[in-house]
């Protein structure tokens, strides 16, 4: 089965395509000699961009990780586990299961069909309340990087604009020591050095006069311009020198909501886009790079300056290439079809914190990014929603205080529990284009 893909469509196997359950991905890899040895002084690490929608993985018959929910990425680091192994090659297997119940995101529930005549016994169905095909497996990459035992952790930047000064605020976490020193370099896009730091704190600012702003599309004419912050961290711990380096694409812009207007660098923005989603055909919600590149080619060819990733996030490739475009994106977590009295209790309200918590972390340095939706059409009319989305949005805004939060809704305004939380209202309008 190739990965990154869906299985659904891979084969002629009408069971496959509507599967529910665990399936079971297996692969041998051989990891060099210099990765491992003890004396390398580097960690071993298996990432997975996104498997639908409960992973568990093992190295060698180790269980390494567990990961609830698709979309986002996961990784574990497996440096003991091949390095007490004999041989360079390795078995990486994952199991998938996408069954879908109250408390997943997005929700489900199963329906076992009690009538023998028509259905075998045991029989049972996925019901689910959105309005796409219930895609499975492992749809981005799965790879092994490494880095030094000393390593950067996380890099934050939140950027501002203050008349003709733009401001970068960076913080950066080391892992692995207390013990390390850090520089940091700015450059343009032309590999010029604006900025520099050399042996600072792990938090700081760079401020720059008149700088090359990042613009949405069609609002000026070098949209998306992104400089490179570069972090290089040196730390010696017991006669061996540690160095990880680490660079970071930084768009300098400021999102501002006022009660009419909302702002991208003090002017008014209109989205004027469109809703996607990562579906193709054979691939399913596989990673494909010229199905991404047409998308881009086709939102440029119709004037779109934003999308909406409905209704979960997307791929970082992505998102990578609407930081360098200036396609705006208000960015979605997988809470569609959020209907039934128990997706709104305290169990499913802890994993739709735990989801956002991780959308937050992956994407809080994208100058495209300019909102977080948290649900698309939840039931924000039951008494329960009040609290739950209270809590929801809180805690988003809690975690990233620079950008707004909303959920698109189709309940009547009156009876909506939402509003009152919500930074930006998002209702959807269709538009037949002849």
């Not at 998102?319 to 705006?328: E, F, P």
Request: net charge negative.
């Amino acid at each position: 089965m190739p990965v990154p893909a869906s299985y659904n469509d891979i084969t002629q196997d009408p069971n496959l395509k509507n599967f529910i359950g665990w399936v079971w991905y297996e692969n041998e890899v051989w990891v060099p000699r210099c990765w491992i040895s003890p004396e390398a002084g580097k960690r071993v690490v298996l990432y997975v961009g996104s498997a639908h929608y409960f992973a568990v993985v093992w190295v060698n018959g180790i269980q390494v990780a567990f990961h609830e929910g698709g979309h986002l990425p996961f990784e574990a680091d497996i440096t003991k586990i091949i390095q007490s192994s004999p041989s360079p090659q390795h078995r990486i297997t994952i199991a998938v299961n996408n069954t879908l119940t109250p408390y997943t995101l997005p929700p489900g529930n199963i329906e076992y069909m009690t009538d023998t005549k028509r259905y075998p016994r045991g029989y049972f169905v996925q019901i689910i309340q959105f309005d796409f095909f219930n895609y499975a497996g492992i749809h981005r990459p799965v790879l092994l990087y490494t880095t030094p035992n000393v390593y950067i952790e996380d890099v934050t930047v939140v950027t501002d604009v203050v008349g003709v000064t733009g401001f970068i605020n960076y913080k950066v976490s080391i892992s692995g020591s207390t013990h390390f020193t850090l520089s940091l370099t700015l450059r343009d896009q032309r590999g010029q050095v604006v900025a520099s730091i050399i042996d600072g704190p792990p938090f700081g600012e760079f401020k720059l006069l008149d700088p090359n702003l990042w613009w949405p599309y069609l609002m000026h004419e070098n949209p998306g311009y992104l400089y490179n912050l570069e972090v290089h961290m040196k730390s010696k711990n017991d006669n061996t020198l540690y160095e990880d380096f680490y660079t970071l694409p930084v768009g300098i812009r400021k999102v501002q909501v006022t009660k009419t207007q909302f702002l991208i660098n003090g002017k008014p923005f209109y989205f004027h886009g469109v809703n996607k989603h990562e579906d193709s055909d054979m691939r399913g919600k596989g990673l494909d790079w010229s199905v991404i590149i047409k998308d881009f080619n086709l939102l440029r060819w119709l004037g779109a300056n934003s999308f909406r990733t409905s209704h979960y996030p997307y791929a970082e490739e992505i998102m990578d290439l609407c930081d360098k475009y200036g396609i705006v994106v208000i960015d979605e977590c997988p809470g569609v079809g959020i209907k039934n009295p128990l997706s709104f209790g305290n169990k499913s309200l802890a994993h739709h914190l735990a989801v956002m918590k991780e959308l937050v972390h992956r994407d809080k340095n994208r100058p495209s990014v300019v909102m977080w939706s948290v649900a698309n059409e939840p039931a924000s009319a039951l008494p329960q929603a009040g609290h739950y989305f209270k809590t929801l949005i809180a805690s988003t805004k809690a975690m990233d205080p620079t950008r707004p939060v909303t959920f698109v809704t189709d309940t009547d305004y009156e009876t909506d529990k939402g509003p009152v939380h919500r930074c930006y209202l998002c209702e959807q309008l269709f538009f037949l284009v002849p």
